[in-house]
Every structure is written in C-alpha cells, then in structure tokens.
C-alpha cells in the first residue's frame, strides 16, 4: 500500500515533523504516513482570510501517489476539493476530532485562535454536532506567541479545557489545532474526561475509510 499523506496547511516545516511523529504513533505500524508542507501561505493559520488561502493551495497540491489524505489543520481547508478530485479518502484533523468527540456525549474545543472561532461553530453545524456542541473556550494573548512557549500553550489550553468541563458541562474536548498536537498528548493524561487530538482522531477515522475501501 502506498503510504497516507499527512498535508500541513500552513508553511511551517517543524509543525509537519511534529504531526508527522504523532501520526506515525497513532497509526503504529498498521500504514506509513509521509508529511507535504505548504508551499505557500502562512506558518500558523490564526484568521479566516488565512484559512481560505490555506484552502486554495491544499486543493491544488499533486497528492497523486496517496492512498488517503489527512488535512492536518483544524479549519480542514481543502479538504472538500481534494474530496471532489481524489479517489481516495481524505480526510480533515477537525471533523475526524469532533466526531469523535461527540460520540463522548456532550463536547467542547479549546483552542489558542479567537479569530477562527465563529469558523469552528460553522464547522459544527455542517457536520451536525451542534446538539452536543458545548462552546469554544479560548486561551488569552497573542496565538503564535503562545505557540513558541510550550509550557505556557499546555498551562493556557489546560485552563481552557477546565472551562469547557466545569462551566460548560462537557464530557469530552478537543484541542482545536494542528500545531497544538503535543500540548493536546500532555493533556490527554492530565483530566479524566477524554482530551482528544486532532492528529489522532484523523488517523484513526483514515484507517476505518481504508478499511471499508
């Protein structure tokens, strides 16, 4: 089988190694993923005038020798071209985590982009989450900056995740972004409610298409 191809939206090289590492775990052993970062863009998608320039050169990239695509950013953009192109599964990082996340019950997503949240509700209407769908819990301060203190990422989303469980009543969260995926591990430990990635949750939904192809 030809290997699954883990496509990172945003231009940043070290974000596509990381969820590369994850993706291989995730999937131990049972498929190879290889990583293509975008060529152009932006190295973190913090706005929704980011998330559609993201989509124009997802849904253009040459994924010909794939056999199933993960979107590896949380706004899945390009992920409904590559859809129409493709004959092989594709899939994104944030439909694959919230689904899974609602099969929990009732779910919320913490995330570091407060640009991107009316976004992300949108997301959940069109996929018919919204009955489970508790809200979007935000960390304070500038996203990327955030994004280079990784300490100061895993204490900001643990705060937001608290939220989402005591205030808002979920059973599950999801940590609403590609690059936040080793906050979203250290994370995963620290709650007794399932903090779901969205790396993971896509590895997963990927092989279940495989295996129904």
Known sequence: MTPILLINPN???????????????????????????APSGVPMIVDEADLRTAADVVGALDVCDACGVIVAAFGDPGAEILRRRLAVPV???????????????????????PALAASIEGKVRQFGLEAAFTGVRLTPGDPWRLGQDP???E??????????????????VVIGGGPLGRAAQ????????PVIGPVPAACGAILRALARD
Do not use: H, K
Request: with cysteine; charged share 15%; net charge negative.
């Open 11 to 37: 231009t940043s090289q070290a974000t596509t190694q990381m969820m590369l590492e994850i993706a291989r775990a995730s999937l131990g052993g049972r498929a190879e993923v290889r990583g293509l970062t």
């Open 91 to 113: 899939v994104g990082i944030g439909e694959a985590a919230m689904r899974e996340a609602a099969q929990q019950g009732r779910f919320g997503i913490a995330t570091t982009t």
């Open 151 to 153: 300490a100061a990422l």
């Open 155 to 172: 204490a900001a989303l643990a705060d937001a995740v608290q939220a989402c469980v005591e205030a808002d009543g979920a059973r599950a």
């Open 186 to 193: 250290a994370l995963a430990v620290q709650f007794a409610i």
